[in-house]
């Protein structure tokens, strides 16, 4: 599957720094340190609405870490998924009466359109799931041949469902941190099924669902049907990145249980760990102060502040006010707090001469490595521009330097008409 096209990246004068993420799984910020190449999978959508706010966050927050990589020196192999065979994607599409596929394509296409906008540096591998039904089928039966999976007795209820054990791997939990409660609550709210009858345990996660009336399918050898949530991303990370890549990435919401059963299936299937080196994940947006969801009908779209005139790099300045594991609001007072410095710093760009680059540039660069800080990453570029504006001229490249090094390194190129 095609991603998007890649925003050019200016090069920036002076050395990157090298940076440091926040891992859930430790719970410390800890230097990444990837090898020439720097590994990192991110969850996608899927793809039956259109990209709102909550996305764009995550997807910059991933965006800034490429960057800041690049900035280091690394080749980025970067791996996204979209998961488009799912349940909500089949119930959005009978609502809608269209086709499953239909709704899947149009609403990829926005999403691609979206991160364009927004300037997202692509992912080298923009991944299907129902591209990689053979390699989940793969992993399913590796997971079957070790026990660390099992059929549903189909006389339970017609259906032999694949499983996997969810206590397949000793450390179960160590990604999330989650104890059981937790995990108990978080389970049965973010598309577990505890309660499915015939399991051995109710946090086991489905693998293969196997073919229900209605519903899209493919061969395998317990029977037509469908990948589980999970093991897509277990697949394609694995298949493309290898163990212990260095960055598993997504919203705050999947640390438990899409991110902690990703990494255990693929821990339980080759023996090996961890699945990935840091787990990293951005939190929610809200809307002036409540929590942006479906069911409350108070999503804002990326696609609709577009259509609005919002230029995308006041999308961008608006969510990076915000530090990206904090969970933090959406306003129209943010986004004319955006607009304001956005306004000051291009009047400082446009003269050319000002203060001290070098010294703004090395600020920015050390706040990006520091666990994503674009707060005071913005700061600094704040106070360089009130400088230049104050009249300090004395870098007579300072304009060019600082546009460029914004472009990269923040993806928020200036104004140039």
């Known amino acids: 599957m095609h991603s998007w096209s890649s925003p050019v990246v200016p090069s920036v004068p002076g050395a990157g720094v090298s940076l440091r993420l926040f891992d859930t799984a430790s719970g410390e910020v800890r230097d990444v340190a990837p090898g020439p190449v720097a590994r990192m999978y991110v969850c996608g959508i899927t793809p039956y609405d259109?990209?709102?706010?909550?996305?764009?966050?995550?997807?910059?927050?991933?965006?800034?870490?490429?960057?800041?990589?690049?900035?280091a020196g690394h080749e980025v192999h970067y791996v996204q998924n979209t998961t488009d065979v799912d349940d909500p994607l089949f119930e959005r599409?009978?609502?809608?009466?269209?086709?499953?596929?239909?709704?899947?394509?149009r609403e990829t296409d926005l999403f691609r359109a979206d991160m364009e906008a927004l300037r997202v540096i692509p992912p080298r591998d923009y991944v299907a799931a129902t591209e990689t039904i053979d390699e989940v089928v793969d992993m399913v039966a590796e997971l079957l041949e070790r026990g660390h999976a099992y059929c549903i007795d189909p006389a339970v209820d017609g259906y032999s469902d694949v499983y996997f054990r969810h206590r397949a791997t000793e450390d179960f939990g160590y990604e999330s941190g989650y104890d059981d409660e937790e995990m108990t609550v978080a389970f049965a709210e973010r598309g577990g099924d505890p309660d499915r009858t015939g399991k051995e345990h109710p946090l086991d996660a489905l693998l293969w669902r196997v073919e229900r009336p209605g519903e899209p399918s493919w061969p395998s050898p317990w029977g037509a049907g469908r990948p589980g949530w999970h093991i897509e991303c277990s697949a394609i990370a694995r298949n493309r990145l290898g163990m212990e890549f260095d960055i598993q990435g997504g919203g705050s919401d999947l640390a438990f249980p899409?991110?902690?059963?990703?990494?255990?299936?693929?821990?339980?299937?080759?023996?090996?760990?961890?699945?990935?080196?840091?787990?990293?994940?951005?939190?929610?947006?809200?809307?002036?102060?409540?929590?942006?969801?479906?069911?409350?009908?108070?999503?804002?779209?990326?696609?609709?502040?577009?259509e609005e005139g919002v230029d995308p790099a006041l999308i961008r300045l608006g969510l990076f006010a915000g530090h990206y594991r904090v969970d933090r609001s959406w306003s129209e007072g943010l986004l004319e707090d955006a607009r304001a410095r956005y306004e000051t710093w291009n009047?400082?760009?446009?003269r050319g001469a000002g203060a001290d680059s070098a010294a703004?540039?090395?600020?920015?660069?050390?706040?990006?490595?520091?666990?994503?800080?674009?707060?005071?990453?913005?700061?600094?570029?704040?106070?360089?521009?009130?400088a230049t504006l104050d009249g300090d001229a004395s870098d007579a490249s300072a304009g060019t330097a600082v546009a460029n090094a914004l472009d990269a390194l923040l993806g928020v190129p200036p104004v140039t008409d």
């Open 347 to 350: 009047r400082a760009i446009a």
């Open 93 to 105: 599409a009978e609502r809608d009466g269209v086709g499953w596929q239909e709704l899947g394509d």
């Open 360 to 386: 703004a540039i090395g600020a920015l660069r050390e706040r990006l490595a520091d666990d994503l800080d674009t707060p005071g990453a913005l700061a600094a570029i704040d106070a360089w521009a009130r």
């Open 50 to 71: 259109t990209t709102h706010l909550g996305h764009a966050a995550t997807y910059l927050a991933f965006d800034l870490v490429y960057r800041q990589l690049l900035d």
């Open 258 to 306: 899409h991110h902690e059963f990703s990494a255990a299936h693929a821990e339980a299937a080759t023996g090996e760990q961890p699945f990935a080196r840091f787990y990293v994940h951005a939190a929610m947006i809200g809307l002036d102060g409540i929590k942006m969801s479906k069911s409350l009908g108070n999503l804002v779209r990326v696609q609709a502040l577009r």
